[in-house]
């Protein structure tokens, strides 16, 4: 078994999503071949052999620096490591102690014999950890240090592709002292629109995952400066300007301006006019920037402030319009490249920005992209031409644009893809039948290879890969039985793209285990007729459940380019990719107990969370996960929900329900009766939805009237007015509904501490054959606004979830409380006869004699079982794996059937 050093996080700007891919790699590595090492690199630089636990935490600043570590914040800013200032060798050495083992590079060897790379932008995909392994003798994935430098240099890569005479967008640069050194901007942006012409795209360089990038469409100066200035992650504001905000205006200021993908981020420095600063006036902390700011408002001043490590210049090119599109290139087993299926990029905006590429439902990827057959051919020609032009080796991703005259503009080759399960990477790969796992293992393989031509330690590699090549043929020629399990994913709810992730990730873990062998269903249809079907790794891959029904529906046919593919890869899926789904097909629940032995039911709201599916499951005697069929139709329904906790002497929010009827009927008086209840802002959300979806605070009757008409309203297209007044977005979900349901809002009344969080469970039957409850440390839920958002709850690198939650610093304390918590936790979950897993989402008080009040918002019968999820990072600090948690809710569902059959 090959060891598999993980290498993720990194300093860079985009070490969330490093994070978060290191996480993907980390899981989807076949363990019947790789033993995967989390080596986690901090952002001043140290390697860690990070303890497994910290590795399934939402986002790097739930764990780092830990919470001990962490100074006083008035504001409850969160922070990265750099954030503490300077620390010494021996403050960092204690830092580290907490979540791992400090590395030394002349020891990789000693922990593993492959380095698998998700780091990103500068240090991760620009030569530097290349040559540091290489240096080491430790053989490692993708391309060489060569390729590396030349991939991460926006600018450096468009002189080359110049040069080899590739069709490439007008360019300029502008470097940070010439932009200080210009008096009145207007002149250097004039000279730039003269030179470029309108639109263009300003970027900052070395940057990835679109940081930094603004298009400008109109000689509007303001706009461009700022365009300019965001690239070269510099901010301006005046006293003022910083007067006019409110407290929380501030707070989410200084949030959004530390914020290392959208804003300028930290250490920063205020400058002069010119340019200058001086190192003393370092800010670290995001208080001190608060404190920095209000000086200068009193003094009516102005602060310009920089990112200490801020690109020296920017690059600006001219617009390329047309279709744009990503396309993965691999390295066949002849050497030579192969262009997969490019995938069109369809966004809501001018800039396929962070959210748009990590979080499903928010931008569409269409494969093959929508151009005719010879225009496809001529992308991919272009794609392979680059990837040897610049040295590449193994795989890459190359983004671009084709025009209608079938002209290709080639703008952004990458060394290194992102990992997440939605990413590029993946998605073609599934073109051509392979799923995660099996892409790893190729990457590996194919990468030490590519390692044993450089002449260095080559017996040593050929032995490493002689190895491989045995194990992955006695893995084919295995005939271990393995349980089947249909994972059912999908439906028609406003979480459908969230039981998605879910269950694509439910099927990742599932198919790396050497216990199972998924088998990925898809629901559609309606709440009286379940549509299922069976469908091949492609589809179950697409980037959203709109698209997957889409596919499906169309007969799954492949386009004739994918065909041609298949082809071309046809010796790579041949060693790596067993029997396979190649078409999707439907499938009864009378067949599909015929097909598999159990089934995980990832589906979220109605269908799936109401008992529908598990009545139909019954009947066919499967077994399934979660709760039974009476305590899934009790707990979709919150107004009930409610109702019964409050019998049962359990503390809830206040409520009310508004109905349809009603409304139409008699709509002022409803409203009437809701503000003699309650007292703005309220709360209003769907009844029976979760996922925050239409989870909207209520200021107003203005506010409340345009929720209800948005609610009832006639057809699925947003009202112009009402969704205006609530602000909502474009690509946000707001479900039609009959009812819904009024709560007060639930604040601190006269305790001492006050916090949000979600706490999850886990049954069991024991000897006796008796239902036994294990609930888990809670997590600490941080809103960046009024409600926990969709991207908060799911979307790696977004939200901050602290487990266990904080209720004191004094430790005796924190037992205690979490003690009452917990019980009220399970009580809750007994009262409503929850079983198999669940999460419960709440409210506590904490008094001046810690007695807590936990006040129950709302029961997740299935939880989301995406990568970020908070509940493995729970599961986590009671020894689950996320596969062991998965495996265990698979087990009591075993348990359950056998015992009522």
């Known amino acids: 078994m090959l060891k598999v050093g993980i290498i993720f996080g990194g300093p860079s ?46 986002t790097i600043r739930d764990f780092y620096p830990p919470v001990s570590a962490l100074p006083a914040s008035a504001h409850g800013f969160q922070i990265y490591l750099e954030s503490l200032g300077k620390l010494s060798e021996e403050e960092q050495d204690k830092i580290i102690s907490q979540v791992g083992k400090k590395v030394e590079p002349k020891d990789f060897a000693n922990l593993f014999e492959f380095a698998f790379l998700t780091l990103h932008g500068p240090a991760g995909e620009d030569g530097s950890i290349q040559g540091l392994l290489e240096w080491y003798g430790i053989p490692y994935s993708g391309s060489g240090i060569l390729s590396s430098a030349i991939g991460v240099s926006k600018t450096t890569q468009k002189e080359l592709m110049r040069a080899a005479g590739f069709a490439t967008p007008k360019t300029t640069t502008i470097s940070r002292d010439q932009w200080f050194a210009t008096d009145y901007k207007g002149d250097l942006i004039s000279k730039v629109i003269h030179q470029i012409g309108l639109p263009f795209v300003v970027k900052a360089p070395n940057q990835g995952s679109s940081i930094g990038v603004s298009v400008v469409t109109e000689n509007e100066m303001q706009h461009i400066v700022g365009a300019i200035n965001r690239s070269f992650f510099i901010q301006e504001i005046t006293g003022g300007e910083w007067q006019k905000y409110t407290e929380e205006q501030k707070v989410r200021f200084i949030t959004s301006l530390t914020d290392i993908r959208e804003g300028i981020g930290l250490p920063c420095l205020p400058l002069s006019e010119d340019g200058q600063a001086s190192l003393s006036d370092i800010i670290y902390h995001p208080e001190e920037l608060y404190i920095y700011l209000e000086k200068v408002a009193q003094q009516g001043g102005k602060a310009i402030l920089a990112n200490l490590n801020g690109e020296e210049e920017v690059l600006i090119e001219g617009f390329l319009p047309g279709k744009e599109f990503s396309c993965i290139v691999i390295q066949g087993e002849d050497g030579q490249p192969i262009a997969l299926p490019p995938t069109q990029i369809i966004k809501g905006g001018n800039v396929f920005d962070y959210r748009s590429k990590y979080l499903p439902g928010m931008s569409r990827k269409v494969t093959p992209i929508d151009v005719p057959d010879n225009h496809l051919e001529v992308i991919r020609k272009e794609c392979c031409r680059l990837f040897k032009a610049l040295h590449f080796n193994v795989y890459a991703r190359i983004d671009g644009f084709i025009n209608s005259l079938g ?32 892409f790893l293992t190729y990457i590996i393989r194919t990468s030490l290879v590519e390692r044993t031509k450089a002449g260095k330690n080559s017996t040593f590699l050929k032995s490493k890969l002689k190895s491989l090549d045995n194990a992955i043929s006695a893995l084919h020629s295995s005939e271990v039985q393995k349980t089947r399990v249909g994972v059912i994913m999908g439906g028609f709810s406003s979480e459908r793209h969230i039981s998605v992730e879910s269950g694509r990730n439910i099927y990742e873990k599932l198919a790396s285990s ?89 589906l979220h709201g109605r269908p799936g969370e109401d008992g529908a599916v598990q009545s139909e499951l019954e009947k066919v005697g499967l077994s399934y996960n979660g ?192 003690q009452q918590v917990r019980a009220t936790l399970q009580k809750t979950a007994e009262i409503l006869h929850v079983e198999g897993y669940a999460r419960i989402d709440a409210f506590v008080r904490i008094f001046d004699d810690n007695r807590a009040e936990t006040i129950i918002i709302e029961v997740n019968s299935l939880p989301g079982m995406t990568p970020a999820t908070c509940i493995f990072h729970q599961t986590a600090i009671n020894g689950y794996k996320p596969y062991q948690f998965i495996d265990a809710i698979l087990e009591y569902g075993r348990q359950r059937s056998s015992v009522t059959q």
């Not at 703008?411 to 073109?431: C, I, K, R, V, Y």
Request: charged letters at 25%; one cysteine or more; glycine letters at 6%.
């Open 627 to 818: 709760s039974g069929v009476e305590s899934s139709q009790t707990t979709i329904n919150k107004y009930e929900t409610n109702k019964i906790l409050r019998s049962h002497g359990i503390s809830v929010a206040n409520h009310d329900v508004v109905y349809q009827t009603e409304w139409e009927k008699d709509s002022e008086g409803v409203v009437k009766r809701l503000e003699s209840q309650f007292s703005y802002p309220i709360i209003a959300k769907p009844a029976d939805d979760g996922c925050s979806s239409a989870v909207k605070k209520i200021d107003s009757r203005e506010e409340l009237i345009a929720f209800a008409q948005m609610m009832f309203r006639p057809t699925l297209a947003f009202l112009q007015g009402p969704s205006q007044i609530l602000e909502l977005k474009a690509s946000e979900e707001f479900p039609q509904k009959s009812w819904f349901l009024v709560e007060e809002l639930i604040s601190r009344k006269g305790a001492k501490h006050f916090l949000e969080i979600t706490g999850g469970l886990l049954t069991k039957l024991n000897q006796a054959g008796e239902l036994e409850y294990e609930v888990f440390e809670p997590s600490e839920a941080l809103a960046s606004g009024e409600i926990l958002s969709l991207e908060e709850k799911f979307l790696a690198g977004e939200g901050q979830n602290i487990t266990p939650a904080r209720f004191s610093k004094d430790q005796e304390a924190q037992k205690y409380i979490s």
């Open 13 to 58: 700007r985009e070490r969330e999503i490093s994070f978060a891919g290191g996480r993907t790699v980390y899981d989807n590595l076949n363990k019947s071949l790789f033993e995967p090492v989390p080596i986690f690199v901090d952002s001043l630089g140290n390697f860690i052999l990070l303890n497994w636990e910290f590795i399934y935490k939402g």
């Open 514 to 602: 050497g216990k199972y062998d998924p088998f990925p269903v898809f629901l559609t249809g309606t709440e009286q007729q379940h549509e299922l079907y069976v469908m091949p790794i492609n589809i179950m891959l697409k980037d959203n459940a709109d698209d997957i029904k889409e596919k499906i529906l169309s007969g799954g046919k492949k386009h004739p380019i994918i065909q041609q593919i298949g082809q071309e890869t046809k010796s790579i899926t041949e060693k790596y990719v067993g029997k396979a789904i190649e078409y999707p097909y439907a499938i009864s629940y009378h067949e599909l107990a015929d097909a598999v032995d159990e089934v995980f039911i990832a």
């Open 407 to 438: 002209e290709v503009f080639l703008n952004d080759p990458n060394t290194t893809s992102g990992m997440l399960p939605s990413s590029f990477f993946f998605h073609q790969a599934a073109e051509i039948g392979m799923n995660p796992s099996q």
